[in-house]
Nanobody, 121 residues
Framework: QLQLEESGGGLVQAGESLRLSCAAS????????MGWYRQAPGKQRELVAV???????NYAESVKGRFGISRDNAKNTVYLQMNSLKPEDTAVYYC???????????????WGQGTQVTVSS
C-alpha cells in the first residue's frame, strides 16, 4: 500500500518558521512530481509549491521568497521550508505525489492525510 506521511505542522507566531516533511512509502517505480497544497477553512485547495524529478520548481505567488521546496529522491521525501509565516498561511497542508507504481503503469496522483499549520498574529 502506498502512503504519503506528512510531519512538521504546528502552531507558530507570525514571522516564525516551520519545516514540513513528506515521505512516500510502499511499492513504486518512479516519482515525477512532489509537492504541497493547502486548504484554509471555507476555501478551495490551492497549490503551494511543486518540485519535478529534474529539480525544477513552481511556487504560488503568495509564498515566493518565503517558502522553499526540496526533495531527497533517495528517500522519496519532499520538504517545505516555510519562513516569515503569516496568519494567512494558516491551513491544512497536503502532500502530493504524481508517480508510477510499476514500470508499465500510468502516473497517478496520491495525497497525504494533511497536517495543520496555524500562524497566530
Amino acid at each position: 500500500q502506498l502512503q504519503l506521511e506528512e510531519s512538521g505542522g504546528g502552531l507558530v507566531q507570525a514571522g516564525e518558521s516551520l519545516r514540513l516533511s513528506c515521505a512516500a512509502s510502499g511499492r513504486m517505480f518512479s516519482i515525477n512530481v512532489m509537492g504541497w497544497y493547502r486548504q484554509a477553512p471555507g476555501k478551495q485547495r490551492e497549490l503551494v509549491a511543486v518540485i519535478f524529478s529534474g529539480g525544477s520548481t513552481n511556487y504560488a505567488e503568495s509564498v515566493k521568497g518565503r517558502f522553499g521546496i526540496s526533495r531527497d529522491n533517495a528517500k522519496n521525501t519532499v520538504y517545505l521550508q516555510m519562513n516569515s509565516l503569516k496568519p494567512e498561511d494558516t491551513a491544512v497542508y497536503y502532500c502530493n505525489a504524481v508517480l508510477r507504481r510499476n514500470y508499465d503503469s500510468y502516473e497517478r496522483n496520491y495525497w497525504g492525510q494533511g497536517t495543520q499549520v496555524t500562524v497566530s498574529s
